[in-house]
């Protein structure tokens, strides 16, 4: 008996982990593998027409090549839409995240009155849908609807032009850094306290100043933090689309393929053709892989080397 | 801190979200409305899916389903025109379309070439007579077949503030000259204000502009397509607009945005071109301007003409998924042609039907509350109607209808060449048929 008993047991033990693994496995697979490989499959299809196209069985799928994957690429609005998002990128990241580091850092200095009330209040834009707050900011945009404007008006002046041109970057950064700041100081905010005293101890009696331990101290030992939320924003930033898209309505500035996204969902609900669409959207994913790795791998060794 | 390969996995799933967005959407057509049509049985009554986006439609349908208890029709509430396009063609392909579906008369070809409309010439019985000629038309793609019946049209109409209008000496606009005259003199006499605005955000209107000019913009000549969006009409159209916008003489901002509402409410803008279906329009944008506007027939090219085009305006078509493709049409019929039907479209759904006859009397004997100091309008509107000049309607004016939104709203924006912007939208228009595969000459 006693003898006997092992090998069962050791058997469950070892089917007992795919047990656990198996809900995650079939989700991902169901949810997320699956429907990249059929968008993958899409992305070499095309469809063949008949005549004028107007009878039944005038239309058939069939092979396309690479022929999907020739035209994404070598369509300008797909490149232009990335140095779009690219000039975007530059306005909204830094600021953004330069404000989150600066809001953090002053939260936790030690003289701070309404603490709490001051995180809760920056943090909270980040409740807000993008959505609706690119449509409560649209408001303010348009020079006849806003209150800014009609201030401005009060005093002789008048108002920057946001809904065109260059202002145009300005009014979309804007919203974006109203939304994330929050997000990214939280992050960096709750880094920042998990330093321990004794470090600060340690500086002020050597005789650093508060700048001084900002500077030399704490910035340094949130860098992991900082390179997360720059790892975030930069993916957020290529595939900005909400935004844009709910902006565009209210003026002749942002077109249908502003950013690579909008073209992609363009291609795909507004031109019927899902197979182009996919094949957008696999190039898009590839360069944000290769951007993301690339600036992983860059960093990574810096900011993480130490701790691991 | 994240481990190094959690850091990968969030990497990948935010680099996955466009693909995975998108297959997931197209994939995801197939909806229980299939389902619905083939569970009536020989016994039961037969269950017909709706798919519209017209308000009020469920009241008008439950006329029919009190009267019918055979053919129970169920409303499937959908968010607009264009959203519906894509929608149904995609449910179609997965097998899975309702029954019945509410399609914009520019829309047909689109629909007829994925192959999701049945053609219902064999159950459609005398319909085409109760329609204008050039309304019917468009729901037969100019074949034998029959493919949707009429249900609304919007037929172009000048809608002006009467009150500003004498204030500042402007006469009615009876030809787009005068129009543009009438454009420069309210500019000089007060630069604030301007007459209307070009819009690039609804292609509907420039359309119908350019269908008003003779513009043909699709033709077919044997099985080849020939596009013409930069025709001479079309061109006339466009550098008339462009010019108004480059004087400054009219503004260049879209329409049905907030400031837009604002200029119509405190009067920075005078008139706006638009449909039938104009007072719904502004009695929600203006409310405060009520009884200060009227209506006067579209201007026109040449003086003592008689001719307008049409902005929007839908059909009720059988797909070719329903099971219950009789039932449907017999639906289909007696939503747009019963009296009754007709009467509670108008009453509920605030559409002007397609139904000749119904154009005049009945719910139409009245002028519409916003417009009650002009107790003619739906007598001046029918007569207007009857001069509605033909549509031409291509598989992919989807296609050229978000071309127009990005060139127009640059050249717009930029107070450019409005002729280099048609000519964009002609070759977007173009190059997309001929990528698709499409037979077409240029």
Redesign the interface.
């Known amino acids: 008996m006693a003898t006997a008993a092992p090998p069962p047991r050791r058997r469950t033990f070892r089917l007992a982990p795919y047990g656990f693994l198996a809900p995650a496995i079939v989700l991902f697979s169901l ?2 593998a699956l ?2 490989g ?3 499959y ?1 992305s070499f299809r ?4 008949q ?4 009878g ?4 058939s799928e069939g092979w396309a090549g690479l022929s999907n994957y020739a ?1 994404a690429l070598s369509d300008p609005e797909l490149l232009n839409g990335t140095a779009r998002v690219l000039v975007y990128g530059a306005m909204l990241v830094p600021v953004m995240l330069g404000l989150a580091l600066l809001f953090a850092l002053l939260l936790d200095a030690d003289k701070v009155r309404l603490r709490a009330f001051s995180r809760i209040a920056i943090f909270l834009p980040y409740a807000i849908p993008g959505v609706v707050a690119s449509l409560l900011w ?2 303010l945009y ?4 806003s209150p800014g404007y009609f201030l401005l008006g009060k005093l002789g002046m008048s108002g920057p032009q946001l809904l ?2 260059h202002g145009m970057y300005v009014a979309l950064a804007n919203i974006a850094v109203w939304g994330g700041t929050g997000f990214n100081m939280v992050v960096i905010y709750t880094s920042l306290r998990s330093i321990p005293a004794e470090v600060y101890e340690a500086a002020r009696l050597d005789g650093a100043s508060e700048l001084q331990i900002a500077l030399r101290i704490k910035i340094p030992m949130v860098l ?1 933090s900082l390179v ?1 939320t720059f ?2 924003s930069l ?1 957020a930033t290529l ?1 900005v689309f909400s935004e844009p898209t709910t902006l565009a ?5 942002i ?3 502003w950013s690579p ?1 909008m073209k ?1 969902y ?1 291609d ?7 197979y182009s ?2 094949a957008t ?2 190039v ?2 590839a360069v ?2 290769v951007i ?2 690339g600036f ?1 791998k860059l960093v ?1 060794s810096r900011a ?1 080397g130490e ?2 | 801190m994240l481990s190094m390969h959690r850091r990968i996995a969030l990497g990948l799933t935010a680099a996955g979200v466009a693909t995975a967005l998108l297959a997931g959407c197209s994939s995801s057509g197939s909806t229980s409305s299939a389902g619905a049509s083939t569970q009536a049985t020989a016994s039961g009554p037969v269950k017909l899916t709706y798919w519209a986006w017209a308000p009020g439609l469920d009241q008008v349908v439950a006329i029919w389903n009190k009267s019918h208890p055979n053919i129970q029709v169920t409303v499937e509430k959908q968010a607009s025109g264009d959203d519906l396009l894509t929608k149904v063609i995609t449910a179609a392909k997965a097998g899975g379309a309702p029954d019945l579906v509410q399609a914009e008369y520019q829309a047909l070809p689109t629909l007829v070439s994925n192959n999701v409309l049945a053609d219902i010439s064999k159950q459609d019985g005398s319909a085409s007579g109760k329609f204008a000629a050039g309304i019917w038309k468009q729901v037969t793609l100019g074949s034998n077949a029959v493919y949707a019946i009429p249900q609304d049209s919007g037929p172009l109409m000048f809608f002006y503030r009467k009150d500003l209008f004498a204030k500042y000496g402007l006469t009615v606009p009876t030809t787009w000259d005068q129009f543009a005259a009438d454009a420069a003199k309210l500019h000089a006499a007060d630069p604030k204000k301007s007459l209307t605005t070009f819009s690039s955000n609804d292609a509907g209107l420039f359309a119908g502009l350019a269908q008003q000019a003779g513009a043909s913009w699709w033709t077919t000549s044997g099985d080849t397509w020939k596009v013409a969006i930069n025709d001479a009409a079309t061109q006339k159209v466009a550098s008339f607009w462009g010019n108004l916008v480059k004087n400054g003489t009219i503004d260049n901002q879209p329409m049905y945005t907030p400031a837009w509402s604002k200029a119509l409410a405190d009067g920075s803008q005078l008139a706006w071109v638009s449909a039938v279906w104009a007072p719904g329009v502004l009695s929600s944008s203006a409310p405060a301007t009520k009884g200060k506007w009227a209506m006067a027939p579209l201007p026109q090219w040449s003086a003592g003409e008689n001719v307008t085009g049409s902005w929007g305006g839908s059909s009720t078509a059988v797909t070719n998924n329903s099971k219950h493709q009789d039932a449907a049409a017999q639906f289909a019929l007696w939503l747009n042609t019963d009296p009754t039907a007709v009467a509670a479209l108008v009453k509920d759904s605030y559409v002007y039907p397609a139904a000749s006859d119904a154009q005049t009397g009945g719910a139409l004997a009245t002028a519409p509350d916003f417009f009650s100091n002009q107790p003619d309008f739906y007598t001046s509107a029918a007569k207007i109607a009857a001069t509605t000049a033909p549509a031409a309607w291509g598989p992919n004016v989807n296609v050229a209808y978000s071309a127009f939104k990005d060139a127009f709203g640059k050249a717009a924006q930029n107070k450019s060449d409005f002729v280099a912007a048609l000519n964009t939208m002609n070759q977007a228009t173009l190059a997309d048929m001929q990528k698709q595969g499409f037979k077409v000459a240029g």
């Not at chain 1, 039944?56 to 239309?59: K, Q, V």
């Not at chain 1, 309505?249 to 500035?253: E, M, V």
Request: no cysteine.
């Open positions: 949810m997320f429907p990249i059929y968008a993958g899409l095309k469809i063949h027409i005549g004028l196209g107007l039944p069985g005038s239309r035209s649209g408001f348009l020079p006849t609807t065109s041109g992991p997360l790892f975030f993916i595939q309505p209210l003026t002749n500035g077109s249908s393929t996204l992609v363009r795909a609900f507004v031109r019927g053709d899902i669409a996919s959207s696999v898009i994913a944000t892989l993301s790795f992983l990574g993480y701790q691991q």
